[in-house]
């Protein structure tokens, strides 16, 4: 037998569960400003609030990329493949450009991030132009035209040159 307080209390029990709440209960209300805050905090762009040893990772990562996508196109000129080495070329320009794009809302904390921002987008705008001279000294040898294609070369290495000499310098800066 069981006794009238407890069929009360069960009576209790599911008659709670099973109506529908009147309101939120503080623990629902709780959790959706949470979820509200959340969101409003993930809709905001992180970048903005970057310093420099955010920039200075996005930096090294994008020279990695650049590093490995130049070794390629040194292993394809060198082995005497030109349609190899062009494609390998037009990858090395867009990732030059993705990381010119990949630094512009990276915002530096000092003044010395700034400057070393600054170095790092010229010599990733300089590595395009790399990109594209090596293509096109590419296409030059395909077409048979040794001149045109050394022209290119050259402009190439030039340009690489100094996009070196950047990237080194704007490394030394976020030291």
Request: with cysteine; hydrophobic share 45%; glycine share 6%.
């Amino acid at each position: 037998m069981t006794s009238r307080a407890s069929k009360a209390t069960s009576r209790a029990k599911t008659k709670t569960a099973t109506s529908p709440a009147r309101g939120l209960s503080v623990g629902r209300r709780v959790l959706l400003v949470l979820s509200c805050v959340a969101a409003i905090a993930l809709s905001v762009p992180t970048a903005a609030v970057a310093s420099d040893s955010t920039l200075k990772a996005t930096v090294a990562s994008w020279s990695h990329r650049i590093a490995l996508d130049a070794h390629g196109i040194g292993l394809s000129a060198s082995r005497r493949h030109p349609r190899r080495m062009m494609r390998r070329a037009r990858h090395f320009r867009a990732d030059s450009l993705r990381a010119v794009r990949a630094l512009a809302p990276v915002r530096a904390s000092s003044v010395r991030g700034g400057r070393a921002k600054r170095l790092a987008i010229a010599a990733f705008r300089d590595y395009a132009i790399v990109g594209r001279e090596w293509a096109l000294s590419g296409q030059a040898r395909l077409r048979g035209l040794r001149l045109a294609a050394l022209g290119h070369a050259r402009r190439a290495a030039r340009f690489a040159r100094s996009g070196s000499r950047l990237l080194v310098a704007a490394g030394k800066l976020l030291r």
